[in-house]
């Protein structure tokens, strides 16, 4: 499998907007699940937000709050993830993986999993820094 490539992290004040791209390889089917994670330090992995390629369908974690949004460019296989009103507390790393075998979860409908167990194909990451 081909590595998932990030960027688009960088540091902003509290309140600002940054845009991850994840860079997936050709060869990710539309049965690919593809999610962010982040991970602090000190702290465990947290599934940030997924999207099930076929349907277009994408899944939040609570803390999320309408904040993020993922979008899909299919013709250059980059997965992004909007972030708008960041907090101190988004500060993170954050991973971009892809999955064909991520078993789907039921949350009013079928959704990519926000679990890391399920993904095996991880980036290096992006750091995001949020600072008041």
């Known amino acids: 499998q081909v590595q998932p490539v990030e960027s688009g992290g960088g540091s902003v004040e509290a309140g600002g907007s940054l845009k991850l791209s994840c860079a997936v390889s050709?060869?990710?089917?539309?049965?690919?699940?593809v999610a962010w994670f982040r991970q602090a330090p000190g702290k465990e992995r947290e599934g940030v937000a997924s999207?099930?390629?076929?349907?277009?369908?994408?899944f939040y974690s609570d803390f999320v709050g309408g904040r993020f949004t993922l979008s899909h460019d299919r013709n250059n296989d980059i997965v992004y993830l909007q972030m708008n009103n960041l907090k101190l507390e988004d500060t993170a790393m954050y991973y971009c993986?892809?999955?064909?075998?991520?078993?789907?979860?039921?949350?009013?409908?079928?959704?990519?999993?926000?679990?890391?167990?399920?993904?095996?194909?991880w980036g290096q990451g992006t750091q995001v820094t949020v600072s008041s």
């Open positions: 993986t892809a999955s064909v075998t991520a078993q789907l979860v039921y949350v009013g409908g079928r959704r990519c999993p926000l679990s890391s167990s399920e993904y095996g194909n």
């Open positions: 050709a060869a990710t089917s539309q049965n690919h699940c």
């Open positions: 999207l099930y390629l076929r349907y277009g369908v994408s």
